[in-house]
């Protein structure tokens, strides 16, 4: 354990955890839950989950991977080995989700490049004009979409290979604040568009939404709980290892219920701020396009700048810059899960530094996944789950119209939400949460009250909501 480096700075670590937070997930999933599911009563119930279910289990994974040092299979281990398997799980989630996202991160790429043709006038391979062009372009040809994607990979690789402080820690604490500073660039162009108000409406006035025709009828209690708690987990990558193996590279010197509480409360800015960003620009230009997932990103945005005049190309390479920035943060977070489970284990056998080989390899693997999700296209080139199997056409649940629907269904829908409840109950009856008690009082002592809180929601408050969000989750995912 000694000679297994980890953060440099409190400031360090923190950037890279928010980074490992602020993602995707924000950009498209937040701004778009929010206005599909009430405005303000959405918050309100997202940030009661963040603190009695998100705060929780982050400061549960924090202090197991610190206390015990070790990324998530081996902390588990340690623990009892009846749970090693929980860290497979996250494992595995960790393995998906890389694999989806390097996709969509691939796809930030292409639209740095297109904008940047846009804006010197020549035409990198783009047919025809429009966001909904480009991303036809991108499905339909699965070997531009695997090149980009592959290029994301090696950089996501490269950075994890450097390690942890020099690499991870690194690169963040740039990517972080410069995302930052663009996002705030970013709001105050799209605000200032005629016509932004009504996208502030959506977000923000209950019932606007369904007043306007934007969505039939409003969601019940259920599915608003369902819709807050699944963003909960993937927004704060929750449940798959990611706090673990960070938490395990720091010192003893920080506070974790502070740093917890920054980290969560900067995901949230970041996904209200995201919202401020595009839900405004969609509402002034291009009033008829979607509203969350993919086509907001890549189809609504680049209408987006098409349609802002002659400075239109220079946000649009700022923006999807942006993006990828919150996603690469992310993605370095998945994979160095997986890299240090690995590189412990070959430490343990005294066998040396594996973190550049297992870097390659566990690249190579995702990158086969990865050519899959764009060899298929979202579900348009004909070789989706639902298809291979002879199944297409009968009445399927929706994960099975294309591999980026089953790995994101099967990560964020079951491994992670499972892991949590299960790390819960581990903590509470197994470990007993006083075990963790030093470790999350550590420079904290004079607030005793946080594990009070702590000690509480883990035990009772958050596995009900766990269960509670599980039942919504896998009805979702069985109908
Ligand atoms: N939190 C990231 C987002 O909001 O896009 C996604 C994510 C990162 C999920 C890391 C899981 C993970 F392990
Ligand atoms: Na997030």
Known sequence: MNDRKGFGSNFGFLMAAVGSAVGLGNIWGFPNKMGANGGFPFLILYLALALCCGVIIMLGELALGRKTGHGAVGAYQSISKRFKWLGWLGIAAAALIFS????????????????????????FGTNGVGGADVFQGLLSQPDVSIAFALAFMLITMLVVMSGVGGGIERVCSVGMPALFFILIICIIRSCTL????????????????????????????WRVLTAAGGQMFFSLSLGAGVMITYGSYLDKKQDLGKSTMIIVGMDTVVALMAGLCVIPGRFALDP???LGGPELLFITMQNVFDKMGPAGPVFGILFYLLVFFAAISSSISMLEVIVAHFCDKAREKGKGDRRKLYSAIVVVIC????????????????????????????KLPGWSTSWLGLFDSVAEGLLMPLGALLMCLMISWELKPDTLRQEILLNGENRPWVYDFFRLCVKYITPLCM?????????????
Request: charged share 10%.
């Open 288 to 290: 008829n396009g979607a």
């Open 194 to 221: 005629p016509g932004a108000a009504d996208g502030l409406k959506y977000m923000f006035v209950p019932g606007w939404a369904v007043a306007n025709g934007i969505i039939d009828e409003a969601p019940g209690f």
């Open 100 to 123: 989806f996202y390097s996709a969509l991160g691939g796809y930030c790429l292409r639209y740095v490049v297109v904008n940047f043709g846009n804006l010197i006038g020549a035409e």
């Open 367 to 394: 990158a086969a996944l990865c050519a899959l999700v764009c060899a298929d296209g979202m579900g348009n080139n004909h070789i989706s789950p639902a298809e291979l199997l002879g199944l297409a056409g009968a």
């Open 467 to 479: 269960l509670m969000i599980l039942y919504g989750q896998i009805s979702d995912f069985f109908i």
